[in-house]
């Protein structure tokens, strides 16, 4: 059984929004730091987003002013909203937990199977 389940990807037109949720059976955000990576056809896993166990956030630079990562601990969710969509932003974004941010490749404890954004010009 997968632990970290990714909803919300899909189709959207540039200038759009999504709001993508990471649903945690598991209960592993009460352990571990989480956040979101991206990966592009042929280029690196990215990651976009983290965020603490506190509430504590980092973004990337690329998605700064326009993502917004949170959590509600009651639902066991972590979000990423999504505003301001570009075509450059499409990619498999994927849901993680127990984050090593300054690891390249990227490595976390815990992965989700990841969904599909595909932004259109």
């Known amino acids: 059984q997968v632990p970290l389940v990714e909803s919300g990807g899909g189709l959207v037109q540039a200038g759009g929004s999504l709001r993508l949720s990471c649903v945690d059976s598991g209960h592993i955000f009460q352990f571990y730091n989480g956040g979101w990576y991206r990966q592009a056809p042929g280029l690196k896993r990215e990651l976009v987003a983290t965020?603490?166990?506190?509430?504590?956030?980092t973004h990337a630079d690329s998605v700064k002013g326009r993502f917004i990562i949170s959590r509600d601990n009651a639902k066991n969710t972590v979000y990423l909203q999504m505003n301001s969509l570009k075509p450059e932003d499409t990619a498999v974004y994927y849901c993680a937990a127990g984050i090593r941010p300054d690891s390249d490749p990227a490595s976390a404890d815990f992965w989700g199977q990841g969904t599909q954004v595909t932004v259109s010009s």
């Open positions: 965020i603490t166990r506190g509430g504590s956030t």
